[in-house]
């Protein structure tokens, strides 16, 4: 079945470490994003890409960067400059315009 | 600017009982409107959409929305709930070349 793939499900690390967030896609989607959430502030936008080795920033992108050097692939590296990391992370993806957001399952990342 | 707007953070609701989620959308434009449903720890899963033409939209589970454009709503509905409905609901705004704006969620608690 086509869907998206999230890795971990969990990811615990120490402040200060970099950390990458795995996402895949095989729905053939040119369209891929990451939001982070949460609780009560519903989903905010950190990076999209509408297509390959190219991607724009979202509305919190600081301390967050990404790359997209495969369709299939688009993940997303948590740098020690972002302030608040402990969140719960989704990774969507769409195709034609305008066409749902199909999500993965999410990665919930524990910082301390 | 485009926004979306779900006034309630939380409903609670006895099964079988009916149900409404309000949203109210802001933008400019023919809106792409879409309700979502997330269940703790879980991504997103699309339940409607509404694109055009009936103003009545069917959708999975048993839920229907409908697109009121003179009140900028797209509220969801359901005749019947069952416990299994409880979750979070988003309402989200199709805005442009995949861009999306997404309501803050309404959390379903129902009772027994």
């Known amino acids: 079945d086509g869907g998206i793939t999230q890795s971990p499900k969990y990811l615990f690390r120490k402040e200060g470490q970099n950390v990458t967030l795995s996402c895949e896609q095989n729905l053939n989607h040119d369209a891929m994003y990451w939001y982070r959430q949460d609780p009560g502030q519903g989903l905010r936008l950190i990076y999209y890409?509408?297509?390959?080795?190219?991607?724009q920033k979202g509305d919190i992108a600081e301390g967050y960067s990404v790359s997209r050097e495969k369709k299939e692939s688009f993940p997303l590296t948590v740098t020690s400059a972002q302030k608040n990391p402990t969140a719960f992370y989704l990774c969507?993806?769409?195709?034609?315009?305008?066409?749902?957001?199909?999500f993965g399952n999410g990665t919930r990342l524990t910082v301390t | 600017a485009q926004s979306v707007t779900q006034p309630d953070i939380h409903i609670t609701v006895s099964e079988g009982a009916s149900l409404e989620l309000r949203c109210n959308y802001s933008y400019g434009a023919t809106p792409y409107l879409f309700w979502y449903v997330q269940s703790p720890g879980q991504g997103l899963q699309l339940l409607l959409k509404?694109?055009?033409?009936?103003?009545l939209v069917q959708g999975i589970k048993g839920f229907e929305a409908e697109f009121k454009r003179s009140q900028s709503s797209f509220n969801l509905r359901k005749p019947s709930v069952h416990w299994s409905d409880a979750a979070e609901y988003f309402c989200?705004?199709?805005?442009?070349?995949?861009?999306?704006?997404f309501g803050s969620g309404t959390k379903l608690n129902v009772k027994p």
């Open positions: 509404y694109f055009s033409g009936d103003t």
């Open positions: 890409s509408q297509i390959v080795n190219d991607f």
């Open positions: 989200a705004v199709g805005a442009g070349f995949n861009k999306f704006y």
């Open positions: 969507a993806s769409s195709g034609n315009r305008n066409s749902p957001l199909h």
